[in-house]
Each structure stands twice: as structure tokens, then as C-alpha cells.
């Protein structure tokens, strides 16, 4: 599936939810997620992304886990996706990286359409929250080797987290939440 079919599902899922729509894509780390989102953005009118990362707790992220412990689910959907789908004003945190908390508080966007991209996304604390959700349909082995190049690429040494933390999270979270099975659209990024 393109990201054409894609947006025609999103145009389609905001005519009918009747009100902001939140976009879910999800898949495995390296899977390409942030590329389609910004593309997604990039095409759709009043639309605007949020990346996933800024949802992470770092220390819990680069531990295992079976259900991507370290996506603060809960603070995703109550500080922004429940407001941005009730079309109300709020204000959010980002995790700040260099800090190593969470940022200022900044406010909500406002605009029609939401795109989020995000590991462990498609999970029942966030399932209900999410209007339409795209699984990037990348096979694990090809999502790890994409993933541990770009981080190569970009001078980050991330092998171990990779094989000992991310990839088993990836393949438990798979088995134990079926998340490609929750999505609308099944799409395969291209790189």
C-alpha cells in the first residue's frame, strides 16, 4: 500500500469521526514510522506531528521489557490525544534528551488532523484514543538492520541496546499485543 492509499483513508476517517482525528503509526524500531509521518504531514492540509520519542522514559526504554514499558502511554493519552480529540486546548511535556527530563510545558497544537509515530503504540491504553492507525509492515530483521544503520550513520553506538533490549521488546510486544493486527493499513515504507 502507498502513502496515496493512506491519505485517502485518512481524508476518508476525518469525514466520519466528527471531530480532530489522531493518526497512529506504529511498527517495529527501524521500520521507517518517523519517514512516513513526515511525509503523511508534509501532504496533508492542518495536519501536524508529534514524534513518538518525545513520549519515551529513557531509563525504561533501553530496558527489557514485553510491552514497551518505557512509552509513557498514559501521558501521551491524557495530555494529548484525548484533548487534541475533544478540540480542546492543553498543554503537554516533551521528554528533553540532553536533560534528561521531561521539557517546559508548551501547548497543545491545534489543527484537524494529528500524526504521531511511535513503538509500542497499538496497545489498549492508547488503542481507544487513536482515530485511524497505519502499521509500517517492515519484518523485524529488516526494521533492525535499517535501524542500527541509520544510528551507525549518525555516530550513535547502539548495537547492544539494539540486540539485547529493543528487537526482544519489539518481538515480545508483537506476541503479546498482535499490533499489526490492530492497524487500518498495512504500509511498507520506502527507503
Known amino acids: 500500500m502507498d502513502q496515496d492509499t493512506v491519505l485517502e483513508h485518512i481524508a476518508e476517517r476525518s469525514r466520519v469521526v466528527g471531530h480532530p482525528l489522531v493518526v497512529g503509526i506504529s511498527g517495529f524500531c527501524g521500520s521507517g514510522k518517523s519517514t512516513l509521518a513526515r511525509g503523511l504531514v508534509a501532504a496533508l492540509p492542518d ?83 487513536i482515530d485511524a492507525t497505519v502499521w509500517c509492515d517492515v519484518d523485524l530483521d529488516t526494521a533492525a538492520r535499517r535501524g542500527t544503520a541509520r544510528d551507525r550513520a549518525l555516530g550513535r553506538s547502539h548495537d547492544a541496546l539494539w540486540r539485547d533490549v529493543w528487537i526482544p521488546n519489539d518481538r515480545d510486544f508483537a506476541q503479546r499485543f498482535a499490533p499489526r493486527d490492530a492497524a487500518d493499513l498495512l504500509v511498507e515504507p520506502s527507503r
Open 47 to 129: 495536519a501536524v506531528r508529534l514524534r513518538g520519542d518525545d513520549f519515551l522514559d529513557p531509563a525504561r526504554s533501553h530496558r527489557r521489557s514485553s510491552d514497551w514499558d518505557g512509552v509513557e502511554r498514559d501521558r501521551l493519552v491524557s495530555t494529548v490525544l484525548e484533548p487534541f480529540r475533544g478540540g480542546r486546548p492543553g498543554h503537554f511535556q516533551r521528554y528533553d534528551w540532553a536533560r534528561r527530563a521531561l521539557g517546559p510545558e508548551e501547548p497543545l497544537p491545534q489543527a484537524r488532523i494529528l500524526v504521531l509515530d511511535l513503538i509500542g503504540l497499538f496497545h489498549p491504553e492508547a488503542l481507544p484514543a
